[in-house]
């Protein structure tokens, strides 16, 4: 019997897509403007899932070296078809829509070709692209895109549908429309799917915070007409208290014993009032259920966290980093220096800071509502350190140089530091996320940031505690989630362990 854990994927992957192979399950998300980007998971039991590889590691591939923050990698939609995997997504403000072809889906990926409107001017214009299959092998790409309507709506989001030559990457046709929900706000993340030889086109609508939905349709053609069908929404957590909220962008494939589940978005706020998502939005799973009258339904996502993690770096000189570390903008070889100083990590500061759209930055998605981490670093040589980042805007880091150590806290435009003395430079750094409910306070909040240090051979000195709820999806305009990572801002900065813990207490 497999368990159903939800999160399926802790820490932000966003509007996942999943495709099954015989017995293997393979799963994508979004990556916005962090590299390596679009990461694969895989499955052979629906339960536990790996982490295999990305669709490309280079910010051109993508066209995401100057992306402004919310754009970049948005929704993929993942495939496979007579031996070959396909993916298709937007980058927003990037390369534009993509479609990416491999054998093996831990890559290597091809490397991107546009998918081109019908005169050929440039990429079809839309987000959240779907690519699927008629019985004549006709291709169809199924997106979200701007529909000129009347005074009444003006110009809104619908789900319009185009033919393409996937060998020359071309529109067969002007985008049509096709049905596009139940009146809800920012009709998206359109799937069409064979059953049975009807045609189903589920979307998401009601837009990616609390009014998130999913609905369906269904109609003898991937072209439509399709009719609504008579429970929609299939599934939406608004107005609900339930710990997973924002549920939608869903994916149907059938699990090892043939049932149908349905892979989608969510996110898990904390604090009484459902109020703050530090994590951004994570991938859920739940049941799908066909009735006689061959509509389905979803059951409501229900929380079930895996057990809490220990990660363990140390940083040795003849290993690359594992693909859950992740640079900003940049290639990672760009950024990492494990070589000039074996058994550290050595990060070149060259005056760029965690404000800026080019960091020297490398880091890890924040995967628990409770976290404790821990890293050594040599302090001699430069100015850096520890960080939790979800943008430009918003991060929080405890900083060390020769002699002094600093807090920090970016909030929008508001700014904060605490100072304290060190002496020397080696030192370990401490950045938590404590759990606010823990400490007996009934607080509005995610969670405290509790940021420290240990000087060698010393103790723990608490520098600051910041309420983290500013660093949430509720928060940001950033459409991805927390990243825990190291930093330099100048000089050589050096780390040499790595200990993080964390749970969803
Ligand atoms: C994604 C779309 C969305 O393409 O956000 O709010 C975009 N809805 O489905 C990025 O996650």
Redesign the pocket.
């Known amino acids: 019997m497999t368990t159903l854990y939800n999160p399926v994927l802790n820490g932000f992957h966003?509007?996942p897509s999943v495709v099954r192979v015989g017995d293997e399950w393979f799963l994508a998300t979004?990556s916005?403007e962090y590299l390596p980007g679009i990461p694969i998971h895989r499955s052979r039991d629906f339960e536990n899932w790996e982490l295999i590889g990305h669709v490309a590691a280079d910010p051109d591939a993508f066209g995401i070296a100057d992306v402004p923050t919310a754009g970049g990698v948005?929704?993929p939609t993942i495939r496979h078809r007579d031996g070959v995997f396909h993916l298709v997504i937007?980058v927003?403000m990037g390369r534009g829509m993509l479609h990416f072809t491999a054998s093996d889906a831990a890559g290597p990926w091809s490397e991107g070709d546009v998918i081109l409107s019908a005169d050929g001017s440039g990429s079809v214009n839309g987000?959240?692209p779907d690519i699927a299959w008629g019985d004549d092998g006709t291709a169809y790409i199924t997106y979200?895109g701007l529909i000129l309507s009347g005074p009444e709506l003006g110009t809104h989001l619908g789900i319009l549908q185009v033919k393409v030559d996937l060998d020359d990457h071309i529109a067969l046709e002007e985008p049509r429309s096709l049905w596009s929900g139940t009146g809800g706000q920012?009709p998206?993340?359109p799937h069409l799917y064979q059953v049975d030889g009807t045609w189903y086109l589920m979307i998401?609508e009601g837009?990616?915070?609390r009014g998130h939905s999913i609905s369906i349709a269904r109609g003898d053609s991937p072209e439509g007409p399709f009719e609504t069908a008579p429970q929609n929404p299939l599934v939406s957590a608004r107005s609900t208290i339930r710990p997973i909220q924002n549920t939608g962008?869903g994916d149907l494939v059938t699990g090892p014993g043939d049932e149908w589940f349905c892979i989608m978005?969510g996110v898990r706020p904390r604090s009484g009032t459902r109020a703050f998502s530090a994590l951004g939005?994570e991938t859920f799973v739940t049941p799908v259920h066909w009735q006689e009258n061959g509509w389905p339904t979803i059951d409501p996502v229900l929380l079930n966290p895996r057990p809490g993690t220990r990660v363990e770096v140390g940083f040795a000189a003849d290993d690359e980093l594992d693909g859950e570390w992740l640079v900003v903008r940049r290639t990672t070889s760009d950024v990492v220096d494990l070589a000039s100083r074996p058994g550290w990590l050595t990060l070149h500061g060259d005056g760029s800071t965690l404000d800026d759209a080019h960091p020297n930055f490398v880091g890890r998605r924040q995967e628990h509502l409770t976290n404790a981490v821990t890293v050594r670093m040599d302090a001699a040589a430069g100015v850096g350190g520890l960080a939790v980042r979800y943008d430009e805007n918003f991060h929080v880091e405890i900083e060390a140089r020769e002699g002094a150590v600093l807090a920090r806290a970016v909030i929008g435009g508001l700014r904060q530091e605490w100072t304290g003395a060190l002496e020397g430079g080696l030192i370990d750094l401490h950045l938590d996320s404590v759990n606010p409910d823990a400490e007996g306070g009934f607080m509005r909040t995610s969670d405290i940031f509790r940021l420290g240090f240990t000087p060698q051979g010393g103790t723990r000195v608490e520098l600051a505690e910041i309420d983290g709820r500013f660093l949430s999806s509720e928060m940001t305009e950033s459409?991805t989630g927390r990243v825990i990572g190291l930093y330099a801002v100048s000089g050589d900065v050096s780390f040499q362990s790595w200990i993080a813990e964390g749970d969803d207490e």
């Open positions: 966003p509007d979004s916005f948005w929704a937007t927003a987000i959240d979200s920012f998206e993340a998401a837009g990616t915070e962008h978005l939005r459409f």
